[in-house]
T-cell receptor
Framework: DAGITQSPRYKITETGRQVTLMCHQT?????MFWYRQDLGHGLRLIYY???????DKGEVPDGYVVSRSKTENFPLTLESATRSQTSVYFC?????????FGSGTRLTVV | KNEVEQSPQNLTAQEGEFITINCSYS?????LHWLQQHPGGGIVSLFM???GKKKHGRLIATINIQEKHSSLHITASHPRDSAVYIC????????????FGKGTSLLVTP
């Protein structure tokens, strides 16, 4: 099906481990984004990408790394997970200012 | 940064009631978005608007650019409308500068 696919849906990892969240879109939207959603903060931008090989920091980028070697994929890596990174992560793409969101990944760092 | 305020924070209504959720923002925008998030679910874009009014089924969104205010109305509310409704504003033509409100949690009881 067309759309944005995030994987995994749920992940539990230990403090200090590296973990990668995957995001794949079936369109060719130029813009892709990673957000985290936390109670009391709403959605906050971690990183975004305007095109393949072009990425930039958002509001809360510390502790995260992204890459975009292909237009359709935008993985988010937590290099050394911390408990403060326990959150729900949403990937999104945008075309013409209209956003489409993935189903989210619920990450728990223990 | 554009401050986005939503009201009310929480709302309980009986099935069939007319519902209004409000959103105000602090600076000029290129577009305003209304998003819906069901419990434990993903985020769905309901409307993107830059002026006037849009309608989709029982949902109506309006925006007053001069007053920096938007409303989301739900007519003949139904329990399946229970969700968090999120207002977000975009500043640039690319749409990547989305600032989100903290959401309005709506519960519609039978």
């Amino acid at each position: 099906d067309a759309g944005i696919t995030q994987s995994p849906r749920y992940k539990i990892t230990e403090t200090g481990r590296q973990v990668t969240l995957m995001c794949h879109q079936t369109w060719s939207h130029s813009y892709m984004f990673w957000y985290r959603q936390d109670l009391g903060h709403g959605l906050r931008l971690i990183y975004y990408s305007a095109a393949a090989d072009i990425t930039d920091k958002g509001e809360v980028p510390d502790g995260y790394v992204v890459s975009r070697s292909k237009t359709e994929n935008f993985p988010l890596t937590l290099e050394s997970a911390t408990r403060s990174q326990t959150s729900v992560y949403f990937c999104a793409s945008s075309s013409g200012g209209v956003y489409t969101f993935g189903s989210g990944t619920r990450l728990t760092v223990v | 940064k554009n401050e986005v305020e939503q009201s009310p924070q929480n709302l309980t209504a009986q099935e069939g009631e007319f519902i209004t959720i409000n959103c105000s923002y602090s600076v000029g925008i290129s577009a305003l978005h209304w998003l819906q998030q069901h419990p434990g679910g993903g985020i769905v874009s309901l409307f993107m608007l830059s002026s006037g009014k849009k309608k989709h089924g029982r949902l109506i969104a309006t925006i007053n650019i001069q007053e920096k205010h938007s409303s989301l109305h739900i007519t003949a509310s139904h329990p399946r409308d229970s969700a968090v409704y999120i207002c977000a504003v975009s500043l640039g033509n690319s749409g990547y500068e989305l600032n989100f409100g903290k959401g309005t949690s709506l519960l519609v009881t039978p």
